[in-house]
């Protein structure tokens, strides 16, 4: 506990660095081909930990204790006097464009963060889970829909849904809109069909706890019913199970995952019943009595129950046909990326308009508590996923930035074109105003934020 603790700890301030460094680089980078002057680039807030001047504008930059932010400090006549030579390098002297253009730089660098990111991902080869069900909940939305055990999801709205994550941000973009969902699943033989989820009453269950599968009634499969190492004394021994076998069909009943066969087993002890494998290349039929035990696990008011088992492991193969890479060219790796990170903007912005409407809850906010947690588990999977982790959080710090929002940079874009338009300065009281008004809102929606993840934190606790 206390190490994961630990990680999602480091993790979230590698993160949050690492993405507000990219996003203030921006900025700076901007200023500087603008020929704007730069007097600081911070990391942070609160005292600094480490300060070094460079360059020939002596830019000073700053390591700060909290990693929860960051800014670029130009030269700019509204915080202080500068110099008669040093005018033209001021941001209130520069053409309106180019000062957008430093504005937006920060977002637009965060953007491309993504791009870039998913760039390697894709080319360097992401491992996937693909969309195979394990199992599907009796009368369950997903098996009213018509969806078995055993399906493969390959498209949704005939968009193709190689992997579960693309699968589940599909349905996640269409309950936006409509809570009846299109699906083109597949049978383990090859047969297509197009199926209609409907997910009415739970689009704001799904936006807010992110759980598709329990909202749908499915699970997904985590592995295939292959046979590793047997008991030869046991009842699959003895009914002659033989290391790789899949089971097919247990009792006429079909067994698509691992966990069905094993939930199959338990609910059975003591019947025997007609099992079909599949054998290098052929079916073979096995008749197998199934063993009883007693399982303190499965106790109920009489005293512990019997369960079936049928002492067979799971093969440690059973899992990777479950998996797809994907792997692309340079070129093709580059457009994904852009294509990716651009519906996942697409998909931040409906739902952002969607929680203003009502339409989804506040609840979806995640402040630095729930950040952390993300982090810390893409973390401890592999590279890829916290990668894509920071890939996210990247496109959803750019479009903080872009809100409407003053001491935002969308807030600052509004207000530089209303001055454009105006032919003359915002007044310094009603930029005041305007700026403690955009702090508030800043601050009330970190406090929704945090409450999530305080609520989320008893709630998982409880």
Request: avoid cysteine; hydrophobic fraction near 50%; aromatic fraction near 8%.
């Amino acid at each position: 506990m206390f190490l994961d603790t630990l990680i999602a700890v480091g993790a979230f301030v590698l993160a949050i660095s690492l993405l507000v460094a990219v996003h203030e680089w921006g900025h700076y980078i901007a200023a500087r081909a603008s020929g704007i002057k730069v007097l600081e680039y911070s990391i942070g807030f609160g005292p600094a930990l480490w300060r070094r001047k460079a360059g020939r504008d002596a830019t000073e930059y700053q390591l700060r204790a909290l990693p929860i932010g960051g800014f670029v400090r130009l030269l700019d006549e509204r915080e202080g006097p500068v110099a008669e030579g040093e005018l033209r390098r001021s941001f209130t002297r520069q053409p309106y464009w180019q000062r957008i253009f430093v504005l937006a730089a920060g977002p637009g660098m965060n953007f491309l963060f993504a791009i870039v990111a998913y760039w390697l991902i894709f080319m360097t080869g992401a491992q996937s889970i693909a969309p195979f069900v394990g199992a599907v909940e009796p009368d369950g939305l997903a098996d009213r829909a018509g969806l078995h055990a055993g399906d493969r999801i390959v498209a949704v709205e005939g968009r193709e849904t190689p992997t579960w994550q693309a699968t589940v941000m599909a349905v996640v973009g269409e309950i936006l809109g409509d809570a009846s969902v299109e699906i083109t699943a597949e049978s383990g033989e090859g047969a297509r069909r197009n199926l209609v989820l409907n997910l009415e009453g739970q689009s704001k269950a799904i936006l807010e706890n992110g759980d598709l599968f329990t909202a749908a009634g499915l699970r997904p499969m985590a592995a295939l019913p292959v046979a590793g190492a047997i008991d030869p004394n046991g009842p699959a021994g003895r009914a002659g199970f033989v290391a790789g076998d899949q089971v097919l069909e247990a009792g006429g009943e079909r067994i698509s995952s691992w966990r069905q066969w094993v939930d199959y087993v338990r609910a059975r002890p003591g019947q025997a019943v007609s099992v079909t494998v599949w054998r290098d290349g052929y079916e073979q039929r096995l008749y197998l009595e199934i063993g009883s035990r007693q399982d303190t696990a499965a106790e109920n008011a009489a005293g512990p129950a019997a369960v079936g088992f049928v002492g067979v492991e799971r093969s440690p193969d059973a899992s990777s046909p479950l998996f797809v890479t994907q792997r692309f060219g340079p070129w093709d790796a580059l457009l994904r990326g852009v294509a990716e990170t651009g519906r996942i903007t697409g998909l931040t912005f409906r739902v952002l308009g969607n929680m203003f409407t009502g339409d989804v809850s506040l609840r979806t906010l995640n402040g630095p508590v729930g950040i952390a947690r993300y982090a810390g588990e893409a973390a401890q999977v592999s590279w890829v996923a916290f990668a894509t982790f920071l890939a996210l959080v990247s496109v959803s710090l750019g479009i903080l930035n872009l809100l409407p929002i003053p001491i935002l940079d969308g807030g600052q874009i509004v207000g530089q074109t209303i001055e454009r338009l105006r032919g003359r300065p915002i007044a310094e009281r009603t930029q005041l105003l305007a700026q403690r008004v955009g702090l508030g809102v800043v601050l009330a929606i970190m406090f929704v934020a945090l409450f999530n993840d305080v609520s989320g934190l008893f709630g998982a606790g409880g």
